[in-house]
């Protein structure tokens, strides 16, 4: 692939865009496990793309889904019609969601998904005569995408503190279920439910009557790789439930795979009421992203006249052709070559690699759960984030690897389809990368 004579006009989203633009770092080709640079040089994915490619990359039977649809129907609207494929995928979608979740409305991406998501808790009660309910409650550390509500409701300060007042009713997020006693935890931590009871502190200060919804990842991913401790989610959902307080769980990370089910929902065994999606519904191939609603919220909107719309929500490119069609085509590879059950089966074979890590220079924690997983470096009290950018740097230019990191965390999620050897070269190549450090 020809490389561009001039890097100006691109300004790249979450990159240092003047460093980077010294020495661009470029991905002309996939295929597998690999991305390819101009000079035919294979890097090691170890992180999925940006946890979204699941079922590895330069599947055929994704590209041929999106070549066919294009040529038979390369747009369609959704407000006031509609195409076949968007039924056929809400129906598959909502069939691996849990029971009760049967209503599926789509967007393009886990930013618009976590938007559309709070927006319905709000409408939802305003529908039910219970308007008083605004507020919406995050969590630290949340990553709910980048809309004004997804860092409202995120608890990652980068992502807040540029923007000024951010939105009404978000100034309240519950602890990040982690502390230093967990440290290098495999897995879930068996402490750490009772970090739920903080939502009744804030029940006690604002009144129950005015929250509406809880939103929390059920593992919070770009912001470290925490898991939620054992019995985390089910205290959470019961204080929901005794508040008559909405729980979404952001699954646009861990639903397809990542946790090993296709939603987290069912390793955890806990039922919320909205699931957000995105990312490894469509194997990144086609942007996408949904929520599955419980149909208590979406009947709730199916009252009045016939011709009145029931939502005022939407996009052009809802339930776009090309992105059914990739994500069907997703859906089928996942169904085919049991890449959940996969995933559960590697669950331990990263663990053991990455924990292996823990005596490498500058490691302060190790965590993981499904298949992902966290090193946490020591930061440089003169210049944090600066040994994660390095990581990044060193990866790519003499390891040939392709790692994600937030702040000084490196963050490993391989695809699904990864050999059990693989597993073992990230570790590898990321145990290499540390010595070289300073």
């Not at 804030?202 to 401790?229: C, D, K, N, Q, R």
């Not at 952001?250 to 929902?265: N, Q, S």
């Not at 052709?321 to 994500?327: I, N, R, S």
Request: glycine share 10%.
């Amino acid at each position: 692939m020809r490389q561009p004579n001039d890097l100006s006009a691109f300004w790249l989203p979450f990159t240092p865009n003047r460093h980077f633009k010294t020495a661009p770092r470029m991905l002309t080709r996939a295929d597998g496990m690999y991305y390819y640079d101009g000079t035919g040089r294979a890097l090691l994915d170890a992180c999925a793309g940006l946890w979204c490619v699941n079922a590895g990359h330069g599947r055929k039977e994704i590209a041929e889904a999106i070549a066919r649809s294009a040529r038979e129907l390369d747009y369609a609207p959704n407000f006031q019609f509609a195409h076949p494929q968007a039924f056929t995928l809400a129906q598959r979608i909502a069939a691996l969601a849990p029971e009760g979740l049967e209503h599926v409305f789509f967007v393009n991406s886990g930013s618009e998904a976590c938007d559309a998501a709070l927006k319905v808790a709000r409408a939802y009660f305003q529908k039910i005569g219970q308007g008083s309910r605004f507020q919406l409650i995050g969590r630290e550390k949340g990553y709910h995408g980048v809309t004004f509500a997804g860092i409202s409701t995120g608890g990652i300060g980068n992502n807040r503190k540029p923007y000024g007042p951010l939105l009404p009713g978000t100034d309240d997020h519950l602890p990040l279920p982690y502390g230093a006693s967990m440290r290098f935890t495999r897995g879930e931590p068996e402490q750490g439910a009772d970090y739920a009871d903080s939502l009744e502190a804030l029940v006690a200060l604002h009144g129950a009557e005015t929250i509406a919804a809880v939103i929390v990842e059920p593992m919070a991913g770009s912001g470290g790789v925490f898991a939620s401790p054992k019995h985390y989610l089910k205290r959470l959902r019961a204080l929901c439930d005794r508040h008559g307080i909405l729980l979404i769980f952001d699954e646009v990370i861990t639903a397809f795979g990542r946790l090993g089910y296709g939603f987290a929902a069912e390793r955890y065994k806990v039922t919320p009421d909205i699931i957000t999606f995105a990312k490894g519904v469509s194997n990144g191939a086609v942007p996408m992203g949904g929520i599955v609603v419980s149909n208590k919220i979406h009947d709730a909107f199916m009252g009045g006249a016939d011709h009145q719309i029931e939502l005022f929500h939407g996009h052009t490119y809802s339930a776009h052709p090309l992105a059914c069609a990739a994500a069907l085509a997703t859906l089928d590879i996942y169904r085919d070559e049991d890449l959940f059950a996969r995933a559960r089966k590697l669950e331990p074979v990263l663990e053991e690699a990455v924990h292996e890590l823990r005596s490498a220079p500058f490691v302060l924690d190790i965590r993981n759960v499904g298949l992902a997983a966290a090193i946490e470096l020591e930061s440089d009290p003169a210049a944090p984030g600066r040994r994660g950018y390095e990581v990044i740097l060193r990866a790519f230019w003499d390891e040939d690897l392709v790692v994600r990191v937030s702040g000084d965390t490196i963050a490993l999620s391989p695809p699904l389809i990864a050999p059990e050897a693989d597993l073992s070269h990230i570790a590898e190549k990321v145990r290499r990368i540390l010595k070289t450090l300073s």
